[in-house]
């Protein structure tokens, strides 16, 4: 069976086979995730929340070991986790976009308080 992941909030898409990891299927579909260390589940760059729902491998002893603290929160390094089926991941704006997606939002809600 082969895999489908989609990446939030671009909706970009990509088939895949089993195995390959969020970080690869993202530099495929062009969906830019921040690294550093290169794929070696050392520098936390690639954290990202995936949906609820999405079919994943289980998760290695050494992202679990990574990610301690964080159980539960639906947050995995996209280095280390596998596609099973069918994945949602929410990739997390870089702070430079943040910034401006909440000026633009500031701005609108200002905007419309003058009507
Ligand atoms: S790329 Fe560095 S932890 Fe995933």
């Not at 195995?19 to 495929?28: C, E, N, P, S, V």
């Amino acid at each position: 069976m082969n895999g489908e992941i989609t990446f939030w909030p671009s909706g970009r898409s990509i088939k895949v086979k089993p195995g390959t990891t969020l970080l690869d299927a993202a530099r495929r579909a062009n969906v830019p995730i921040k690294t550093r260390c290169g794929g070696k589940a050392a520098c936390f760059m690639c954290k990202v929340t995936v949906r609820p729902g999405s079919e994943l491998q289980p998760i290695s002893d050494n992202e679990r070991r990574k990610l301690a603290g964080m159980d539960g929160s639906h947050i995995r390094l996209a280095c280390q986790a596998r596609a099973a089926g069918k994945v949602d991941v929410e990739v997390p704006l870089d702070p430079l976009r943040a910034a401006v997606a909440r000026q633009l939002a500031r701005q609108a809600e200002e905007d419309g308080n003058l009507w």
